[in-house]
């Protein structure tokens, strides 16, 4: 949470206590606020050339970092995870009148839903560990090499949002706010290449990118 507030936790803990308590204060509110919702397809991949894999049903995805990662796969996982407005109305109300409250429980809905995706991909990877098979890197629309547009469109294409209460804008943001896409590959010859960090374009300049 206190990552999610552009704040280091260890300089925080140490010389602003009052910033530890209202954050305290609000992942204590913010958990009965949060309602965790994933919804996921898995496709079987048919064929990959050049930027471009193509799966079951005729859908695909193109990009240089989607054939880099997914190339091998021999089928690909699409994910949506949300964790509801519920946190983020609460966040906006309590702006109004308490500013640091309000982004201290914007930071609570940014991090529960880390935590969501990262939890369903790594159920995803104990499903495929269980069958003999390894999972890529979990790719997102906006990382290098495979924008929002056309990533949330390929996306979009092939799963439908409403079924867990998440709208797209014409311009691809989603509502709630606190959700997220992504898109696994799932094989026996899966190459993993780096760290998720390694492809954010806040990469440069993020002072909490993994090592």
């Not at 309000?102 to 159920?123: Q, R, Y």
């Not at 098979?133 to 390929?154: A, C, F, I, N, R």
């Amino acid at each position: 949470m206190l990552r999610s507030q552009a704040a280091d936790p260890d300089s925080i803990r140490a010389r602003r206590p009052r910033l530890v308590a209202i954050t305290d204060k609000a992942l204590e509110r913010g958990r009965s606020l949060v309602e965790p919702l994933v919804l996921t397809h898995e496709f079987a991949v048919k064929s990959t050339r050049h930027n471009r894999i193509t799966i079951e049903g005729g859908g695909h995805f193109t990009g240089p970092l989607i054939t880099e990662h997914l190339g091998g796969a021999e089928s690909i996982v699409v994910m949506l995870c949300t964790i509801g407005d519920k946190l983020g109305r609460e966040a906006t109300a309590e702006s109004a009148s308490n500013l640091s409250l309000g982004f201290a429980l914007d930071a609570v809905g940014s991090a529960a839903v880390h935590a969501l995706s990262a939890a369903a991909c790594n159920a995803i990877e104990r499903q495929a560990a269980a069958t003999g098979l390894q999972t890529s890197l979990p790719l997102s629309p906006g990382m290098k090499g495979w924008g929002v547009d056309p990533g949330q469109h390929e996306i979009f294409s092939l799963i439908d949002p409403a079924e867990v209460g998440v709208t797209v804008t014409p311009t691809l943001e989603m509502h709630p706010l606190k959700s997220v896409t992504a898109v696994i590959g799932i094989g026996a010859k899966i190459a993993i290449k780096g760290a998720i960090c390694d492809y954010c374009p806040l990469n440069n300049t993020c002072r909490h990118k993994i090592a």
